[in-house]
């Protein structure tokens, strides 16, 4: 097991009084599994970045979680689903679109739900999966 980050992109959590992992890689003989948790809009001080305009909100909290998966040796094609937590529910027609383009034929989710801070519109996790050679480790 090891915890992602990309500390060029997002600063360490506890520096803005939170305590969680942005990701974690777990790692069997043949598979890692990625678990990104809830990702937002922020910079590498933990500011929220373009306030009132969910679909930036987007694209830097999907720069974010790729940042963090290329952290371990992944990347956004090695998502195998993307949970998109929205704020308010009258954005999920653009988002719903953007997310269609860029991820076709990706599992997507999008609930409506309380984000972290008052200023985030919109939070995403995800699962990546990717292929590994380690036979020293347990079979999964």
Same mark, same amino acid.
């Given at each position: 097991m090891s915890f992602? $980050? *990309?500390f060029d992109r997002l +600063? =360490?959590?506890? *520096?803005? $009084?939170v305590t969680f992992e942005r990701g974690t890689r777990i790692a069997y003989s043949d598979r890692a599994h990625y678990f990104i948790s809830g990702t937002a809009s922020i910079d590498t001080a933990g500011r929220v970045v373009h306030p009132g305009d969910v679909l930036k909100q987007l694209d830097l909290a999907l720069? $974010? @979680?790729e940042a963090l998966l290329h952290s371990g040796s992944a %990347?956004? *094609?090695d998502m195998m689903h993307l949970i998109v937590y929205l704020r308010d529910p009258s954005d999920y027609a653009p988002v719903r679109c953007v997310l269609s383009a860029r991820f076709p034929g990706l599992p997507v989710i999008? @609930?409506? %739900? =309380? @984000? +972290?801070? &008052? /200023?985030w519109l919109i939070e995403v996790e995800c699962i990546a999966v990717t292929a590994n050679d /380690? &036979?020293?480790?347990?079979?999964?």
């Open positions: 992602l $980050n *990309d +600063c =360490a959590t506890k *520096d803005y $009084n720069t $974010n @979680v %990347g956004l *094609d999008i @609930v409506q %739900g =309380a @984000v +972290c801070r &008052p /200023e /380690e &036979p020293a480790l347990p079979a999964f």
